[in-house]
């Protein structure tokens, strides 16, 4: 039985929301309605209640800063509501959604793996790497090291169902054995955008992923098929579908990265009955 580490008001913070939006890969929901969250070789049992999540787990400390606590997500959603009419919409319907602080590396690979594919089939493949190489801890299977990913043979990765990305992952792998990750983590938004872009699988849309989820910055903007929607919805100024994520960037700044989470739930789950209303 783990110990309740902690509880945290659910006003601005839903774990379904938070864990179901695309952002992370390695949980899982329990028949309880709990869910287990597992993230490098950490673990925490998560529920939500009426009015807190209570969290249990035996590294209280990692998964306070994992879920983003220290934040005034309150402030955030005022700042953010103030940008637009739609933002306003979408912010509240979306205000449990908290940017999740997780490790640089794990989501450099995770974000390689879901690279035109769709959530169900990426975390069955991540599973599978962390069974077959990650090492065991008492909740199950942690990530792999980056040592074990470099000593696995190629087809190990297409063994597993990662496709064509099995070369991405072995490259990546062999990179990350002697690369200067503090380095990575020192540069400006840029900068680090620039240098994720030189990684075998690594396009536009998994450097921003990897920098807003794996490295904290906001000031990044994912561009996907929804916020392509959203942008033609809502945004419309004749932009190339290359350049919106820089026209977003521009537009909100700092929030930029949790504008694009709330405008990314608000479309896959209002967006149609919005539009058809405004019509």
């Known amino acids: 039985m783990l110990p309740l580490a902690f509880s945290y008001s659910s006003q601005y913070f839903s774990l379904r929301n938070t864990l179901e939006c695309g952002q992370i890969f390695r949980y899982k929901r329990l028949p309880d309605g709990s869910y287990a969250v597992f993230s490098q070789d950490k673990y925490a049992r998560a529920c939500q209640q009426q009015d807190t999540v209570d ?39 979306g205000k449990g959604i908290r940017i999740l602080n997780q490790d640089t590396v794990e989501m450099i690979f995770s974000f390689i793996i879901s690279a035109n594919n769709n959530i169900k089939r990426i975390q069955l493949i991540i599973e599978r790497l962390c069974d ?3 090492a065991d801890t008492p909740f199950g299977k942690a990530f792999p090291s980056v040592e074990a990913l470099a000593q696995a043979p190629v087809q190990l990765f297409a063994e597993l169902g990662a496709g064509y990305r099995d070369a ?17 983590l020192a540069m400006d938004t840029p900068s680090a955008r620039k240098e994720l872009l030189t990684f075998l699988g690594v396009g536009p849309k998994v450097a921003d992923c990897i920098l807003l989820f794996g490295m904290g910055r906001g000031d990044v903007f994912p561009v996907d098929t929804w916020l392509k929607k959203v942008y033609h919805a809502y945004f ?40 058809n209303a405004v019509k």
């Open 168 to 184: 991405y992952l072995s490259a990546t792998a062999k990179r990350l054995l002697d690369y200067d990750l503090d380095a990575l």
């Open 132 to 134: 077959r190489l990650g």
């Open 55 to 93: 969290v249990y787990t035996l590294d209280g400390d990692y998964f306070w800063r994992f879920f983003d606590l220290d934040a005034d997500y309150g402030d955030k959603v005022r700042r953010i509501s103030a940008l637009s009419p739609i933002l306003a919409q979408a912010a509240s319907v």
């Open 236 to 275: 419309e100024q004749g932009h190339r579908d290359s350049d919106i994520s820089t026209f977003f960037c521009n537009l909100f700044g700092q929030d930029a990265g949790l504008c694009q989470q709330y405008l990314f739930y608000f479309q896959r789950n209002y967006g149609q009955t919005v539009q």
